[in-house]
């Protein structure tokens, strides 16, 4: 049962900019915090950047300056603008929510109730 719908990723060479979509059910966006984590073979997970229902927002400070999490009320819609990408940026990426992390935990832990199948992010030198 999907719950979490991503679009967008794709490659792109350094420097470049993305966008990544994720629609959720209305009883998850309106009150579950959303997030984006990533994932590079070999590597751990890596919570990315959390938003909660009143809009505070937290990241990693390996993307801080240029990642911007974002919503969309009238489209049920989480967006992850990816500015100035950087090869370590590669990775699949996941929206993902949770009825019980704060922001903080959530880039922290990246640990989720939820999340969708994963898009694939891709930056070249």
């Known amino acids: 049962q999907v719950q979490l719908m991503e679009t967008g990723g794709g490659s792109v060479q350094a420097g470049g900019s993305l966008r990544l979509s994720c629609v959720a059910p209305?009883?998850?966006?309106?009150?579950?915090?959303m997030g984006w984590f990533r994932q590079a073979p070999g590597k751990e997970r890596e919570g990315v950047a959390a938003?909660?229902?009143?809009?505070?927002?937290d990241y990693a400070d390996s993307v801080k300056g240029r990642f911007t999490i974002s919503r969309d009320s009238d489209k049920r819609t989480l967006y992850l603008i990816m500015n100035s990408l950087k090869p370590e940026d590669t990775a699949m990426y996941y929206c993902?929510?949770?009825?019980?992390?704060?922001?903080?935990?959530?880039?922290?832990?990246?640990?989720?109730?939820?999340r969708g199948q994963g898009t694939q992010v891709t930056v070249s030198s």
């Open positions: 209305e009883h998850i966006y309106s009150t579950w915090t």
């Open positions: 993902a929510a949770d009825p019980w992390s704060g922001v903080v935990a959530a880039v922290i832990d990246a640990d989720f109730e939820l």
């Open positions: 938003v909660d229902s009143d809009g505070a927002t």
